[in-house]
């Protein structure tokens, strides 16, 4: 067996995931609130805004989940409206969040990594890591500068005969807040190091393609949440000069994209202080051009074979996305308080009539990923389609970029879990869950990429 194993010289980890900064926003007595709309959607809303909250999630035609200040708490009660209880005390859940001791040792293959989130550095020094445990196939590679500055890093790993096959690339922290998402790609990548040469299926992954694994899209953004904000979701830019308003920070790295940037109004946002902010021109930020001449690059070399960006539920969408509410003589369901998540999206964000060509073969290889998630492992459900018309409007958005532009055959963004109980603050207890569907997931993805699918004739 492949010895995936750093040891003999200490090396000692950043002692907690935040060295609090004296502005860091502490969410004691917050509590987060899971709102039934299903039934009036207009009359919730119309309630709310008699207060002040964030709302989580972009979806709003079956609830609105939404965080609200101990300042606000008597207000919000006297609403009177059908809701459920996300976070009791979400500073209390961050506390729980990041309270978890570490008992890694620092050897890649030491399950102890998947039991807790992690600082930047550990995450950078954990890649190192995974680099040196296979170190003929593979390259710690960094693309370009974040806007405050931070190396943009990555893996790229490859098999027999050396780099140059087609590449499967993943994208993870898009958005700051996601920590899930660095962790998953970090097993998934596990997985391939430490298989290699050991077991057939996974030797033949690498064998096939050049991986491009990069955890920390948005670095700036992960480490002001885990330093100040531990909800930020955009990156670190200032916002334009004036008339601007100058105290909204961030873009949306995923609205960002030179691709149908501004190509349906419902896609992203023009306001920089929203949290879908698209920039003030495509692929204005450092992150963008990095991840773009990264893309161009893959796809006017071996070609890209499949793109994967990865992202958590529930995101935020300004302006509310427009759905029908549900027909009232329909017939009456108890209302689901676990309905969101758990997506994998294909082309196109921009537009939820366009199909494009190969949105059969799309259609099918995300049923059968989904298949194996759901049978294969713990029973965890994805939705699948594509994304405009499955979840709702994107413009910029990194799969469409990749799929139209890099030329990607198959292109995903997949919203990982939550289980719609604690939003973007997942339990450390379900990293490991979370972690291994999507390998599951994935072993089926990457076995089909040069199969045929779907030949273009009937429904997919
Ligand atoms: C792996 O492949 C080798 C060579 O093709 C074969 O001899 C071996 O039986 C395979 N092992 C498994 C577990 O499939
Ligand atoms: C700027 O944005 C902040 C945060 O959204 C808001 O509180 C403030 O009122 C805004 N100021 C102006 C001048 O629009
Ligand atoms: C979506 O594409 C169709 C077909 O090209 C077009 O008619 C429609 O205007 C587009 N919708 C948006 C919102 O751009
Ligand atoms: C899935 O696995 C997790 C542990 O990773 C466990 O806590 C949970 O109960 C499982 N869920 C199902 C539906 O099997």
């Not at 978890?100 to 992690?118: E, P």
């Not at 992954?205 to 491009?212: I, V």
């Not at 969408?317 to 997506?343: L, V």
């Not at 389609?385 to 963004?413: E, R």
């Amino acid at each position: 067996m492949r010895a995936a194993t750093i040891a003999g010289f200490f090396l000692p980890l950043a002692a907690s995931i935040a060295l609090p900064r004296p502005d860091k926003v502490d969410y004691e007595g917050y509590k987060v609130f899971r709102l039934n709309t299903e039934h009036g959607l207009a009359q919730v809303q119309e309630k709310l805004s008699t207060i002040n909250f964030d709302q989580w999630n972009i979806d709003s035609s079956r609830h609105i989940d939404i965080s609200v200040s101990p300042e606000q708490l008597a207000a919000f009660e006297a609403l009177g409206l059908d809701f459920h209880v996300m976070h009791e005390n979400l500073g209390r859940s961050l506390a729980e969040e990041s309270a978890v001791k570490s008992k890694y040792k620092r050897q890649i293959n030491d399950d102890a990594w998947f039991d807790q989130y992690h600082p930047y550095a550990d995450h950078e020094q954990y890649f190192k890591d995974l680099q040196a445990a296979l170190p003929d196939n593979s390259e710690f590679i960094t693309y370009g500068k974040s806007y405050e500055g931070r190396d943009m890093f990555g893996l790229h790993l490859y098999g027999v005969d050396g780099p140059g096959k087609p590449a499967v690339l993943y994208h993870g922290t898009v958005h700051a807040r996601e920590w899930i998402t660095a962790m998953v790609i970090e097993y998934i990548t596990l997985q391939l190091v430490t298989g290699y040469g050991v077991d057939n299926v996974t030797t033949s992954f690498l064998d096939r393609y050049d991986f491009y694994i990069l955890p920390f899209v948005n670095p700036d953004g992960f480490v002001y949440t885990q330093e100040v904000q531990r909800l930020w979701r955009k990156n670190r830019m200032p916002p334009p000069p004036p008339p601007a308003n100058q105290s909204c920070f961030g873009l949306d790295v995923n609205r960002n994209w030179d691709q149908e940037w501004d190509g349906n109004p419902l896609g992203a946002s023009p306001n920089p202080c929203s949290q879908t902010y698209r920039g003030e021109y495509p692929s204005s930020s450092p992150e963008n051009q990095a991840l773009t001449a990264l893309a161009d690059k893959l796809g006017a070399g071996a070609g890209i074979k499949l793109f994967i960006c990865t992202t958590s539920a529930p995101c935020i969408q300004n302006p509310p996305s427009p759905r029908a509410p549900p027909p009232t003589n329909s017939i009456p369901h108890r209302f689901d308080w676990h309905s969101y998540g758990q997506y994998i999206l294909y082309p196109w964000g921009h537009n939820c009539t366009l199909w494009h060509s190969s949105s059969g073969a799309h259609q099918q290889l995300a049923a059968l990923t989904g298949d194996a998630i759901r049978t294969g492992a713990n029973g965890t459900t994805f939705t699948f389609g594509p994304s405009c018309s499955t979840l709702y409007a994107t413009t910029g958005s990194s799969i469409d970029y990749v799929f139209a532009k890099a030329g990607a055959k198959y292109s995903y963004t997949i919203e990982l879990r939550d289980t719609g109980d604690y939003g973007f603050v997942l339990p450390p207890a379900q990293i490991r869950g979370a972690a291994e569907e999507q390998w599951v997931g994935q072993q089926v993805m990457l076995s089909l990429l040069d199969e045929v699918l779907f030949d273009g004739e009937g429904p997919a």
